[in-house]
C-alpha cells in the first residue's frame, strides 16, 4: 500500500522569475527585501510552488518563468 502524498519529500527546487510585484504591507513582512529593478527570482521547494504562486498574485505579481532546478547533476562521464 502506497502512503499519502503529503508524507513524501522532494528535493526538487523552481525557480520563478516574477515581474510587477509592488511594495505593499504583505511585502513588508517579509524576510528580504523587494528589489526595485522589474524582475524578481524566487527559489521555491516542489511541495510549496501552488501556495507561493497565490501569494504572488495576492502581491501584484506576474510569473513570467519557471525553471527546475536540479539537485541531483548527473555526469556524463561514466
Avoid: C, H
Avoid at 515581474?19 to 524582475?39: F, H
Avoid at 510552488?49 to 506576474?62: A, D, P, V
Amino acid at each position: 500500500m502506497v502512503g499519502p502524498i503529503s508524507s513524501r519529500t522532494s528535493s526538487r527546487y523552481f525557480r520563478y522569475e516574477v515581474v510587477g510585484l509592488r511594495q505593499s504591507e504583505e511585502t513588508e513582512k517579509t524576510n528580504y527585501p523587494i528589489r526595485s529593478s522589474a524582475t524578481v527570482f524566487f527559489t521555491v521547494p516542489e511541495n510549496r510552488m501552488n501556495q507561493e504562486m497565490q501569494r504572488i498574485t495576492r502581491l501584484g505579481g506576474k510569473i513570467v518563468s519557471i525553471q527546475p532546478l536540479n539537485a541531483e547533476t548527473k555526469t556524463d562521464s561514466e
